[in-house]
């Protein structure tokens, strides 16, 4: 069984479209997140929900918007793209009331504007 | 503000010798430390963790690492390399005493030579 899982795998897209990326956590986690891995593979986080609330937003532009509608699943959907949205997307879940827990992640969404 | 760096971009090592991928840390509090391994187009996986207690942590496949306050170092060890280690390594800290996301150092890349 999949414990975190993200769809798509891949997605390409040409500029200016809006796209969503879903993902879901079967550990019964309370906290997930969305992480953004660039083409050296720096990871920077982007947001982080506890049990549907916002809790982490980094600086993002506006074009993107997370959605969660219950704490097993954590959306990302993103309007209007644009070039340097070319990356590998993440999503992420720990159990929140253990600041020391691990982050699980999925095996990302691989973004490509063209 | 919290921080981690890998200082070394990639570390080449022999089968069968021993290996180390060095990180340093920052934080105003307690940290707690991450090693995560990503393999190629596969999300990050936990490896081990230091809250508190031994300052020698053993983890997955054979992983330890040590914490060093002083030299404020959290490096990762195996004594003897597999070539299946060959992968991405990341660092990461929380700084324990706030309610806060946890940062990713840039990634070590390690290779095992057959």
């Known amino acids: 069984d999949t414990a975190v899982s993200q769809t798509p795998k891949y997605l390409v897209t040409q500029m200016g479209n809006d796209k969503s990326i879903k993902c879901e956590q079967n550990?019964?986690?309370?906290?997930m997140y969305w992480y953004k891995q660039d083409s050296k593979k720096f990871l920077k986080i982007m947001f982080s929900?506890?049990?549907?609330?916002?809790?982490i937003n980094e600086t993002v532009p506006n074009r993107f918007s997370p959605k969660s509608p219950d704490k097993a699943h954590l959306n990302l959907h993103i309007n209007s793209l644009e070039l340097g949205d070319s990356a590998v997307y993440f999503c992420?879940?720990?159990?929140?009331?253990?600041?020391?827990?691990?982050?699980?992640f999925g095996d990302g969404t691989r973004l490509s504007i063209l | 503000a919290q921080s981690v760096a890998q200082p070394e971009d990639q570390v080449n090592v022999a089968e069968g010798n021993p290996l180390t991928v060095k990180c340093t840390y920052s934080?105003?509090?307690?940290?707690?430390l991450f090693w995560y391994v990503q393999y190629p187009n596969r999300g990050l996986q936990f490896l081990l963790k230091?809250?508190?207690?031994?300052?020698l942590v053993k983890g997955s496949y054979g992983f330890e690492a040590e914490f060093n306050k002083s030299q404020t170092s959290f490096h990762l060890k195996k004594p003897s390399a597999l070539v299946s280690d060959s992968a991405l390594y990341f660092c990461?800290?929380?700084?324990?005493?706030?309610?806060?996301?946890?940062?990713f150092g840039k990634g070590t890349r390690l290779h095992i030579l057959p």
């Open positions: 990461a800290v929380r700084d324990g005493n706030r309610d806060d996301k946890i940062i």
């Open positions: 929900y506890n049990n549907k609330e916002l809790i």
């Open positions: 550990l019964g986690h309370d906290t």
């Open positions: 992420a879940s720990s159990q929140y009331r253990g600041f020391n827990q691990p982050q699980h």
């Open positions: 934080v105003s509090g307690n940290p707690y």
């Open positions: 230091y809250i508190t207690g031994d300052n």
